[in-house]
C-alpha cells in the first residue's frame, strides 16, 4: 500500500509572527487562530479541564485540604464517642471541633475507641 497524505485539519497550524509586535497582540493573535479551528467535544473538555491545575498544587489547596482532614478527624472523635454511649457536652465538642493538630485529633481518636469517660480521652499522656 502506497502512504497518501492524510487530511490533518484538526491539527493546528502555527504561522509565523510579526516580530514587530508586541506580546499580548501576539497572545491575541495565537489565541484568535485557536478559536477559529473547530475543537471536538472531547478537546473542548480537555480544554476546561485541564488548562490550570495549579491551584490544586498551591498552599491554599494544601491549608483546605489539612482543614478538611482536621474536621473530619473531629468528626470522627465525636462520632465514635457517640456511637460507644458516651455523652459529648457542647464545651468538649467545641474543644474537639477546635483542635487542628494532628497528632492531637488521632490521639484523642484512639482513646474514643476504649475509653469510658470524656476524661480519659483529654487526659495528658
Known sequence: MGS?????????????????TDNATARADITARESS????????????????????KSALSE???????????????????????IDVPDESRRRITDCHYPEIQR????RAMTAVSLEEIFAPD
Do not use: C, K
Not at 4 to 20: V, Y
Not at 63 to 74: D, H, P
Open 37 to 56: 479551528r473547530r475543537l471536538t467535544p472531547l478537546e473542548q473538555w480537555r480544554d476546561l479541564v485541564v488548562r490550570d491545575l495549579s491551584f490544586y
Open 107 to 110: 490521639r484523642w481518636l484512639t
Open 63 to 85: 491549608e483546605i485540604r489539612a482543614e478538611g482532614r482536621a474536621q473530619g478527624r473531629a468528626e470522627a472523635v465525636v462520632l465514635v464517642l457517640g456511637q460507644r454511649g
Open 4 to 20: 497518501a497524505a492524510a487530511d490533518d485539519s484538526t491539527t493546528p497550524r502555527l504561522l509565523p509572527l510579526d516580530p514587530s
